[in-house]
Structure formats: C-alpha cells, structure tokens
C-alpha cells in the first residue's frame, strides 16, 4: 500500500507539500497540485482517515443507534416502519453534508445501549441521533454528558435536544376541520394509555372543541387499543357499541392510528352502516398504503417522520459545528399536515371560526 512519502516521491515535492493537497490547509500552486493528484491516482493511494481524524479531530463519522432494522416481525405489519422513515431522511441530509452515518441497532436489547455508544465514541464520532418508533420517554446512559447528542421521537427528563411530533396540534388540527365541516359530535377512539402521545393527542381534541364553544363529553373518549393484548384491538367491538349506542351519538370516529380506522371500516360495515353516508372516520398516521387504499380512502393526520429525520440532522450538524450549543436546544416540535379524503362528510351548517394559539410543550 502506498504512502505519503511515496506519492511525495512520485510528484517530486516534499510530504508536507501532499499533505497539504491533501488537507487543503495552505496554498499550493496549481501546477503542484496536479502533480501531486496525478502521482496519487497512479500509486492508487488511499489517505489514511485514522490520521487525519488525529490531526483535525474530525471524523466526518456521525453515530446513530435505533431498534427499527431488527423489530420482531411479530411486533405488527407496520413495526419499524416510522424509524426507517427517520433514518432515511437523516441520512440524506449527513449524506449532502459529507457525513458518515455509523447505523448501530439495539433492538429490545435496550441494556446494551451503553455498550453501542461506547463502541461508536472509540469510532471518534462527532455526535449521536437516538431513534424510536414510537413517541416516548427514555434514559440515556451516563456516558454521553459531553457529547453532541440529538433525540428523535422521544425525549428524556435530562433536557437532551430532541426533536418530537407535534402530537397536539396534530389532533387539534383534525378536530378543527371536522368542525369546520360541520360535526359537532365527535368521537375519540385513543391509542393505549401507556403511549405518550394519547395524553397529547386528547389535549388537542379537547382544545379544538373548546375553542369551537362545543362541550366535552368524556363519553366521546374510549380507549380503542391496549398493549400486551394477544391482538391489540380486542377491545374495538365493545368500544364501538357503547359509542354507537349513545344517546346522542357522534356524527364522526376519530381513530388513534390508521390501522384502528382500518379495522373501524370493517365493524362500522358489519353493523350495515356507510361510509361517509352514516358516519365519517378518520384517522391519524397517514400511512398511505392503508388510508389511500381503503374504500372510501382515508382522511388522516400525518406524522412528519421523514421531516423530523431531516430536522434532527440539521440540528445535530449545527451542534457539531458549533453554531449552537446543546444548552441552547431543547425540544423542536414538527408538525404535518393532515390530508382530507373522501371518508369524512361535509354538513350545511355555519362554519365555527377556530384561532389557533400558541403551545409550549412540557
């Protein structure tokens, strides 16, 4: 294998001259420049990564640990797939940016997170993304409080920068527009009590019907999913009952997920009744091979995972260079549109005027 000292050799300079083609880090006339590329393209010379990463103290080689790539496939058709998403967009953007995207998987092994950090730091990266599938909250290990640290759809009590889906507005959004189109009874189907983001999507429903001057009715509000189950909406048929059998039933079913509006579709069916003619259904994800497949398709809320891939990396990019300091960030929400499809029902009535208003996450 060619060294430094034979390249110098071949174009007739001196090592520091190759060096400095090399590093770019001191004029060089064109001339010498040339000869000095000419004689690595003949050597085939590879530089040496491992020594200029001593010089510079820069890598080029960014961290990420995720669980996505090894999901157990009997976690659901759908595991992994927000992850991915995130990862994509991340890696795009290091990509562009002459980063090296270092992809290490935890799995459910979580106790080997420290283990994977340690093993990326004595790969002398210049910082680190944490990637999950779903919002929540998590803890990192002891050995990341100097380091350039970036958390994607979750977050710590720590104050880590993260970024995170805007949850609320999501849901408030949705609520609004079905307003906007005439329901004033609407039905809330969540996801499990466990998952971080029913507390925030039940904040954005409530702040949407209370702006809309429309009372709360807890009777509207059903958990639809629960972890642990042997199928994960045993509890769907029941739920839709005693919703359908109010009094005063909704005109419209806010599902927690898609796959809940998927399965939704089916029972409402079963009952006989139609889609948007009987009832409306939305729901929120928007993943695109259930909402634009199903008959009617889909209204639904996206979660911006691809945007919040590329947001993380941008964040993590400036943190690297020192633009901004990790005290500097905390939590970035990103918010996603959502989409109106033929699922939902429009009512003759006079719109209700909604403001939206400023939040502050906690």
């Given at each position: 294998m060619s060294t430094i000292y034979d390249v110098a050799k071949?174009?007739?300079?001196s090592p520091k001259t190759v060096s400095r083609v090399l590093n770019a880090d001191a004029p060089v006339k064109e001339k010498t420049r040339v000869a000095v590329e000419a004689a690595m393209a003949r050597l085939a010379y590879v530089p040496s990564n491992a020594a200029r990463t001593m010089r510079s103290r820069k890598s080029g080689l960014v961290g990420l640990i995720t669980g996505a790539i090894s999901t157990s496939p009997g976690s659901g058709e759908f595991a992994g797939l927000p992850a991915i998403h995130i990862i994509q967009a991340a890696q795009r953007v290091l990509s562009e940016q002459g980063m090296t995207v270092l992809i290490s998987d935890v799995g459910e092994r979580h106790g080997q997170m420290a283990r994977l950090v340690q093993t990326l730091l004595e790969h002398r990266v210049e910082g680190l993304m944490y990637v999950v599938e779903f919002h929540e909250r998590i803890k990192?290990?002891?050995?990341?409080?100097?380091?350039?640290?970036?958390l994607v759809n979750c977050f710590d009590d720590a104050g880590t920068p993260a970024v995170l889906p805007d949850d609320e507005g999501g849901?408030?959004?949705?609520?609004?527009g079905l307003v906007e189109r005439g329901h004033s009874r609407i039905a809330f189907l969540t996801p499990p009590e466990q998952q971080v983001a029913r507390a925030l999507r039940l904040k954005g429903?409530?702040?949407?019907l209370s702006e809309a001057g429309l009372a709360y009715d807890p009777a509207m509000v059903m958990t639809a999913a629960l972890t642990g189950l042997a199928h994960e909406?045993?509890?769907?048929?029941?739920?839709?009952?005693?919703?359908l059998g109010n009094p005063d039933p909704p005109t419209v079913i806010c599902c927690g997920n898609d796959k809940m509006a998927m399965r939704v579709y089916g029972l409402l069916s079963d009952r006989g009744l139609k889609i948007p003619e009987d009832i409306s259904v939305v729901g929120?994800?928007?993943?695109?091979?259930?909402?634009?497949?199903?008959?009617?398709?889909?209204?639904?809320?996206s979660l911006p995972y691809e945007a919040m891939g590329a947001r993380a990396a941008h964040m993590l990019l400036s943190m690297i260079r020192k633009e901004i300091q990790p005290k500097e960030t905390r939590v970035d929400l990103v918010s996603g549109p959502v989409t109106w499809r033929k699922s939902v029902r429009t009512y003759d009535q006079t719109v209700v005027n909604i403001q939206s208003t400023r939040r502050n996450y906690k």
């Open positions: 071949e174009a007739g300079v990192l290990p002891e050995n990341l409080d100097s380091q350039s640290v970036v849901e408030y959004n949705l609520v609004r429903y409530q702040r949407a909406f045993d509890l769907l048929w029941d739920v839709l009952d005693r919703v929120y994800d928007d993943y695109r091979i259930i909402s634009e497949q199903l008959h009617p398709p889909l209204t639904s809320a």
